[in-house]
């Protein structure tokens, strides 16, 4: 069944190139979307999508960008759900039954604070329930907007290279810039750290 699901998606893509974009971003959200999150398979998705890329059929720059709104979108919608209906969220059946993956996203948000956004964002088990936590826990919007941009941007690139990569070394990307993308993409969260610490100056727990 997932197989098919792939299948559907890629054949989709490539019916429909005009509306590829806007599938893409359906996709990145969809799969960010609390509790749908935790069903839909979002890191194969994004490699059969990588796959697409490197096979020409979908164009980097664009899809990256399509992917990172989608991802934004998802976790936006999530936050705002949690921030609007707080603790009657946990009396619904789906998350009775599911405490623990609460339990794990409120020590993780105590833990990390408004960072939690952002290093979650790279964590599958918690990364769809993350954005409804700091909702519910009613964590500031000012601050929340910011940090759900940047996750959006870096987990967009970080989980479609895999499968650009893997599925072949399209022209689309200079060879060299293969090599070094693992490094830039580290390189570039431990930037994203610093600036985020040089401007909230204030404990995670306060946040």
């Known amino acids: 069944m997932f197989a098919e699901f792939l299948a559907f998606i890629t054949q989709l893509i490539q019916q429909y190139p005009t509306w590829a974009g806007s599938i ?17 398979p979002g890191v194969a998705i994004m490699f059969a999508i990588g796959a697409l890329i490197s096979q020409g059929s979908l164009e980097l720059i664009s899809t990256i960008i399509w992917a990172a709104a989608g ?56 990364r769809a ?18 940090i759900n941009i940047i996750a959006s941007a870096l987990w967009a690139p970080a989980y479609l290279f895999p499968g650009i990569i893997i599925a072949g070394t399209a022209s689309i990307i200079p060879d060299r810039w293969l090599s070094f993308w693992p490094i830039t993409l580290l390189i570039g969260i431990i930037v994203v750290i610093s600036v985020l610490v040089r401007l909230y100056k204030c404990p995670a727990d306060r946040l």
């Open 24 to 40: 893409v971003f359906i996709v990145a959200m969809v799969e960010s979307l609390a509790v749908i999150g935790f069903i839909v």
């Open 129 to 146: 329930i993350i954005p409804l936590i700091a909702g519910i826990l009613g964590m500031p919007i000012k601050h929340y907007i910011p």
């Open 71 to 126: 991802a934004s979108t998802g976790d936006g919608l999530s936050y705002f759900l949690g921030y609007h209906y707080k603790e009657k969220l946990y009396q619904l059946r789906w998350f009775k039954r599911h405490q623990n993956l609460l339990d794990d996203g409120h020590h993780f948000f105590e833990k990390y604070g408004v960072y939690s956004i952002l290093i979650g964002r790279f964590i599958g088990p918690i």
